[in-house]
T-cell receptor, first 113, second 110 residues
Framework: DTAVSQTPKYLVTQMGNDKSIKCEQNLGHDTMYWYKQDSKKFLKIMFSYNNKELIINETVPNRFSPKSPDKAHLNLHINSLELGDSAVYFC????????????FGPGTRLTVT | GEDVEQSLFLSVREGDSSVINCTYTDSSSTYLYWYKQEPGAGLQLLTYIFSNMDMKQDQRLTVLLNKKDKHLSLRIADTQTGDSAIYFCAEGLPPDKLIFGTGTRLQVFP
């Protein structure tokens, strides 16, 4: 009965490849997020969707494209991967209007070689 | 720079109280959080406290905030084996920014 799940947990790929990370939540939340963890502790928001609509789109390269097929899923597709994309990516969800009540997935560690 | 520090391990006997401590540096943080992570799972939101509060109690959980010392603690009363997990402290201004501690592994023994 995992609340927020991500797949895969680990992803190792070469520069120039295209990859996707999937996220699913079974909490019935309306809002989902993608965060990038650059350093050991700091999470910076990339995107936020509310009921399948994009509401936050921070300054990230347009090689990153989120897709929300339904409000329980928010996938992250990355084109032409670069070395600097190596990081841990976290998906999260929250009830609509309660951006401070976030539940996070376990993270996906992306390594670009 | 901004930082959140926690001790790495805590071991308690079943039935005792557990106290997990956290210190942070960013005095402008609006929310402070405690998350629980079980093996292979995501971060489950346990509780949070708004920065203008000193204490929040929720069943077996008590959160204390000392703004002067930038110290946050989580007390778990009557600790059970099911409480064994990693507990993360976090602070920030969601959803834009969150800073997590490295986590405290709580081990509960009978």
């Amino acid at each position: 009965d995992t609340a927020v799940s991500q797949t895969p947990k680990y992803l190792v790929t070469q520069m120039g490849n295209d990859k996707s990370i999937k996220c699913e939540q079974n909490l019935g939340h309306d809002t989902m997020y993608w965060y990038k963890q650059d350093s050991k502790k700091f999470l910076k928001i990339m995107f936020s969707y509310n009921n399948k609509e994009l509401i936050i789109n921070e300054t990230v390269p347009n090689r990153f494209s989120p897709k929300s097929p339904d409000k329980a899923h928010l996938n992250l597709h990355i084109n032409s991967l670069e070395l600097g994309d190596s990081a841990v990516y976290f998906c999260a969800s929250s009830p609509s209007g309660s951006g401070y009540e976030q539940y996070f997935g376990p993270g996906t560690r992306l390594t670009v070689t | 720079g901004e930082d959140v520090e926690q001790s790495l391990f805590l071991s308690v006997r079943e039935g005792d109280s557990s106290v997990i401590n956290c210190t942070y540096t960013d005095s402008s943080s609006t929310y402070l959080y405690w998350y629980k992570q079980e093996p292979g799972a995501g971060l489950q939101l346990l509780t949070y406290i708004f920065s203008n509060m000193d204490m929040k109690q929720d069943q077996r959980l008590t959160v204390l905030l000392n703004k002067k010392d930038k110290h946050l603690s989580l007390r778990i009363a009557d600790t059970q084996t099911g409480d064994s997990a990693i507990y993360f402290c976090a602070e920030g201004l969601p959803p834009d920014k969150l800073i997590f501690g490295t986590g405290t592994r709580l081990q509960v023994f009978p």
